[in-house]
């Protein structure tokens, strides 16, 4: 083999030249070789089992795999970092415990149908979900979604200046994928929207909406009546377990105030019944004083008003607010 293939090769010819003595040099760098434990190519061993990251569990299909790494974790479920091994590309693992809806089977059955038909689901500012399945000696629910860097939540707290026309890019976004979700056939209900479920590309801007392991579908009446999601973003018909699609535009004024604020709605208060009571009676959350832009307030208050007063996405899409002072491409990117 010639002595340019292997790091190091013109060393002996440099030292011969300096020194006047190639069978010297050649010493000197048979030396220096054996100093580093240098091996050629051809001679480095394949990692052991042992030096390779293991899977903690992997799906029936054996597609994913599943790593110890915790990404992220809500009332309900869990998400952890996985890959799939199929393309080759990070994906998210998503296991919601069932022992919560274990007196009631026909919950589970309903559950896993639904989050079915959300792997039909294509658009631009949804999450992808690839698959699904229950097992049953775990007893868990077991999703694999597309991988995303950072929520909304955390990429807002890394960034903590942003304009208003940074905002309104953002919600332009999530109003496009709930419109989409709103006026599939069936109508989807996300039920759970909040800044950590809303994902975030920032080298383009892109925003998707994840976390649809809670979605429910709903039919003609578009009426539901299961109480689930995050409190401070609960609409108070959700409380009430009768409730539409419109539940979702008040969980969506609640993730502009954070935008906009930084702050949880309802952090003032530090127990779920106090939640609930502000909640129920109407009582707006202390960080509507932190809204300094008035059109941002006055949008935000048309997300959380009464339910029969309550725009649909695709209203919020022809507000002034959203569209004005904006560039907009295609993908409003």
Not at 161 to 170: D, F, G, M, P, R
Not at 278 to 287: L, N
Request: charged fraction near 25%; glycine fraction near 6%.
């Amino acid at each position: 083999m010639p002595a340019a293939a292997y790091s190091g090769a013109g060393d002996a010819d440099t030292l011969a030249k300096a020194g006047g003595d190639k069978h010297m040099a050649s010493s000197h760098l048979a030396q220096r070789n054996q100093n580093h434990s240098y091996r050629m190519p051809s001679e480095i061993p394949d990692p052991s089992e042992d030096d390779k990251e293991p899977f903690v569990e992997v799906d029936p299909l054996g597609r994913f795999g599943r790593y110890s790494d915790l990404l992220g974790s809500g009332a309900v479920k869990k998400v952890y970092r996985a890959f799939d091994q199929r393309e080759g590309i990070d994906v998210a693992w998503n296991q919601v415990r069932l022992r919560n809806f274990s007196s009631d089977p026909s919950v589970i059955i309903r559950l896993h149908s639904e989050i079915e038909l959300l792997k039909t689901l294509k658009h631009d500012n949804i999450i992808v979900l690839y698959h699904v399945w229950k097992d049953a000696d775990k007893n868990t629910l077991n999703f694999i979604t597309e991988a995303c860097a950072s929520n909304l939540r955390e990429y807002r707290k890394k960034h903590r200046h942003v304009s208003i026309k940074a905002i309104k890019k953002w919600s332009r976004q999530i109003l496009k994928g709930l419109d989409y979700l709103h006026t599939h056939e069936p109508c989807i209900i996300h039920r759970d929207l909040n800044c950590s479920n809303i994902f975030i590309n920032g080298n383009v801007g892109k925003v998707k909406i994840g976390d649809l392991g809670l979605a429910t579908i709903v039919g003609k009446s578009h009426a539901a009546h299961s109480l689930l999601g995050t409190p401070e973003y609960m609409a108070p018909e959700l409380y009430e377990e009768n409730y539409t699609e419109l539940v979702d535009i008040y969980s969506f004024g609640m993730c502009l105030l954070e935008m906009d604020t930084l702050e949880i709605p309802y952090s003032e208060c530090d127990n779920l019944v106090k939640i609930y009571k502000k909640v129920t009676s109407g009582v707006m959350p202390q960080a509507m004083k932190k809204v300094s832009d008035p059109e941002l307030k006055v949008f935000i208050e048309r997300c959380i008003g009464q339910p029969r007063m309550r725009p649909s996405a695709a209203q919020l899409l022809q507000d002034s607010f959203i569209s004005d002072g904006i560039d907009l491409d295609e993908n409003d990117l």
